[in-house]
């Protein structure tokens, strides 16, 4: 006898899909399963001109302990820039800087759920919160998603049978991995149902920054007259992912838990990075620098689209998302899905299969994700190339 | 009717404590309150040379993602250094990289633990462990320190008592706030203890490397030949605490769960954050800046020891710890201690009642923790005067 993982943590082993996942890191992979923005896109010299400005002028104070909710400069520039950007945060919101955007996800599940709960998630949704979620001992309860989003008539259904659901959890902006945006009426019709079935809704928008077409929808957030809406944002996309800031703005009841959440999770976030990221602000354009890298990312994505047409066409079908980073690429019916991503893998291209993202990995999905952020130009075109020479195996 | 905070974090509002804390970090106060490491000790020019190199050099590297485990030359320095420093650690331990010392405590208990178990603490003990144990829905069980550490005798019973322990948390280095360090007899017996009843210790040494005087005692992660010890160390009390760099050692059966704790909490800690700590000790001598920095504690000690017994003696009573960050001060058991701790911050001077410290803070408690390495030698011998003036009124 000796002891022994928690239950919640037990069922978390490697799956068959993780270990697909753990190949795609081999070395000389072409690199469409990550989830990374486009190294290109990184401000690099102005971080290292930032870092070396605080650590000349102000040492002490990007290295003494800071407070839990976050560096005071950066959470006043962020809660005016988000208004002024997005109509996101009243008065009644405080704005908690994380270690990344999962944190939040993480801190919300913490703060609203006992094991046991439910929280309804889109289907599919982005494998690092289903994880952790699950982590929670949470159940989830998926409602799908159509090209404009969840379906709401499945989402009231979903309530209606899932009293102890705590949480409603949506990437309404280019979602992960589907690529979806959600229509503002659906917003508000999503809005409506969890007011009236006092329901918080986790509103995740790592991508909303890097739209490459069509026009802005408000966020949930910005409708949340009722303190409902949990929202997170994130740094990761628009300056770089490996400085951890994040932010999350919390309605006034939640507030103080979350706090507390921030604080026995990492007591707070490291001070450099968020000195960083509010010196970027005050010193740099940042707005001018999103227009900037979403010439990027439109680039990249019109590539991977023209390529998967030229090579895969017959094969992949597919709905061109509007920004973020992801294809998701529907295949025939017919096509084992196991042996099709491990044959890509064998010729050196990693995509990850859409089980993946699904609340329920054991049930089909002929969908794999298709990053066209990480590659460069080059790997692009070989990479869908290769799936092409793939494709004709199963005519 | 609307949508409420898990019952786990309810309990945890703001207690009566925790409001003389918030006073306590009003401007002009001299903070005896406080648990940060000494800025003097900070290695300020370092960092910022550091920094410059890593983003230099190589700045993707430092700004891409991470993995979850940490940074891998980091983590073989790390390896190899408590190897042969302290003799913690064997190959079936893993070295994961957390964002400070805290997220041990967390992901320990998340992977160990279900709402309801018990977790055994020594009491007084760090509230910021407390804390987060409770956040999980833990009950506590505390078991009090004699001046060479935890009662075995009791601890003993309390085992016998609580079938539903998971784990037993300890800090045997000048433990905070106690200051009292643990023989090696009773981290046998504690070893022994954890062993023949299937519990896992957490050893949390975030103070271990600020030695003043006498001899280190070696670890429980050292007798750990069963792998039941998850050992928690840190860079925060020796390079600088808003870094947000610090490690654990976990043992095999624990390993993959911690990791996935870890990438579902933040997913990684911040690689420029880890890349510094890495090339610090490639580039600096770290064990001889420990040694420096051990004359700056050992001065502070001293001189808030002498200033004590100079300005308090008949008053307030404490055993000189041989290390550490913290001086638990006894005063006579007729003293109103929310009253004279209220005195003190009303003459600009913060202590914490010990009664934070408790696991049960309703229950009488006639110490302060004071903390001497936050105030100048100015504010240590001005505060301790104060302190003195303050005695006078309760002869």
Chains 1, 2 share one sequence.
């Not at 839990?68 to 704005?95: A, F, H, M, Q």
């Not at 010196?279 to 999103?290: A, G, L, M, Q, T």
């Not at 990995?361 to 952020?373: A, E, G, Q, T, V």
Request: proline fraction near 5%; charged fraction near 25%.
């Amino acid at each position: 006898m000796s002891y022994s993982i928690s239950n919640k943590f037990k069922n978390l082993k490697p799956s068959a899909v993780r270990e697909i996942l753990k190949a795609t890191n081999e070395p000389g992979m072409i690199a469409f399963a990550g989830g990374s923005p486009s190294t290109d896109a990184f401000p690099c010299d102005e971080v290292k001109i930032l870092a070396n400005e605080i650590l000349s002028e102000n040492p002490i104070s990007a290295l003494v302990y800071g407070v839990s909710e976050g560096y005071e400069p950066l959470r006043k520039t962020v809660k005016e820039w988000l208004k002024n950007r997005e109509n996101v945060g009243t008065d009644d919101d405080t704005i908690v800087i994380t270690a990344g955007g999962t944190q939040v996800m993480d801190i919300t599940t913490r703060v609203l759920t006992t094991e046991g709960d439910t929280i309804i998630c889109e289907e599919p949704s982005f494998i690092g919160s289903l994880n952790c979620f699950r982590s929670h001992g949470c159940n989830l309860v998926g409602v799908p998603i159509e090209k404009d989003g969840m379906n709401i008539d499945e989402l009231q259904e979903v309530i209606k049978n899932n009293k102890n659901a705590k949480f409603i959890y949506t990437i309404p902006n280019f979602q992960n991995p589907g690529g979806t945006t959600m229509s503002f009426e659906k917003r508000k019709r999503l809005y409506q149902l969890a007011k009236e079935n006092n329901l918080v809704i986790l509103e995740d928008n790592p991508y909303g920054n890097l739209r490459v077409d069509g026009e802005d929808v408000p966020p949930i957030k910005s409708l949340d007259t009722d303190g409902i809406v949990v929202y997170a944002g994130s740094f990761s996309k628009i300056l770089a992912p490996g400085i951890r800031v994040a932010y999350a703005v919390v309605p006034k009841k939640i507030a103080g838990a979350f706090v507390i959440g921030k604080q026995v999770s990492d007591v707070h976030t490291g001070v450099l990075n968020q000195m960083i990221v509010s010196r970027w602000f005050d010193e740099y354009d940042v707005d001018s620098h999103i227009e900037k890298i979403r010439e990027i990312y439109k680039h990249k994505l019109n590539l991977m689209c023209d390529c998967l047409d030229k090579y895969c066409k017959d094969f992949i079908s597919y709905i061109k998302p509007q920004g973020g980073l992801f294809i998701w690429a529907k295949l025939p019916d017919d096509v084992d899905m196991i042996e099709y991503v491990n044959k890509l893998i064998n010729q050196k291209v990693a995509v990850v299969p859409g089980t993946a993202f699904m609340i329920d990995d054991s049930k089909p999905c002929h969908h794999i994700r298709l990053n066209f952020s990480t590659p460069s130009d080059d790997d692009i075109i070989k990479g869908v190339k290769i799936m092409g020479e793939i494709a004709k195996e199963y005519k």
